[in-house]
């Protein structure tokens, strides 16, 4: 099983966003069960969620763990393929967010367009890897700090500018034949502390003046 995979196919994005479909997903990320041990936990007869199950297995959201006799009866038991699922933006291609229409450094949707053109790609590679049975080469660094104040913030963010800035401008390498070029983003945004059952509008971004980065840092 997959810690997570990215789901690409309208269809299989669909299937896995019905609150049925999803419980069974997580019921099965847990560990393999038949129809039967999934329908007392869902609250539904034995044939729906093998209706359900097949609908899954058809888009590759879950798989055959094996099978057991049950009286004259045979049980499938089946598995999540992953114990989580990110829908990429590849699913709702003609609306996908496009970073490269604005930019604005300080624009929380333009973050989220970030967002989601990371997962798209990421995605992409997982899936070309997977299929020509490669390693993909990828980094990333997670953290957490507390600014003292507003000001303190633009400063961080300044040095932070400047810095991979530099870093760009020293390894970048425009005429290496054999190079391969490298995305690079970072995002600076508050913690959230505990998910919201029903999210709120996004805010409208708040603007500080900062001064002119040195370098392009996506």
Do not use: C
Not at 46 to 62: C, D, I, M, P
Not at 135 to 143: I, Q, S
Not at 175 to 189: F, K, L, N, T
Request: aromatic share 4%.
């Amino acid at each position: 099983m997959l810690d997570v995979t990215v789901i690409e196919d309208p269809e299989a994005a669909a299937v896995s966003l019905d609150p049925v479909r999803a419980r069974l997903l997580a019921e099965l990320a847990a560990g393999p069960a038949s129809a039967a041990m999934l329908a007392g936990k869902v609250g539904l007869p034995r044939q729906k969620v093998n209706y359900h199950l097949k609908a899954l297995e058809r888009h590759g959201l879950v798989e055959l763990a094996g099978e057991r006799r049950k009286g004259n009866v045979t049980e499938r038991l089946m598995r999540a393929t992953a114990a989580s699922y990110v829908i990429s933006p590849l699913a709702l291609a003609p609306v996908q967010p496009d970073p490269d229409r604005f930019r604005d450094q300080l624009s929380a949707r333009w973050l989220l367009a970030l967002g989601a053109r990371l997962v798209r790609d990421v995605g992409s590679l997982i899936t070309g890897a997977a299929k020509a049975r490669k390693g993909l080469a990828t980094y990333a660094l997670d953290g957490e700090v507390r600014f003292a104040s507003a000001a303190d913030r633009a400063a961080f963010i300044q040095e932070l500018t400047a810095g991979v800035g530099a870093l760009i401008r020293k390894y970048d390498a425009p005429d290496a034949e054999s190079g391969r070029d490298h995305r690079i983003v970072v995002a600076v945004h508050p913690t959230v502390t505990s998910p919201s059952p029903s999210p709120a509008p996004l805010p409208s971004p708040e603007r500080r003046p900062l001064p002119t980065p040195e370098a392009d840092s996506e």
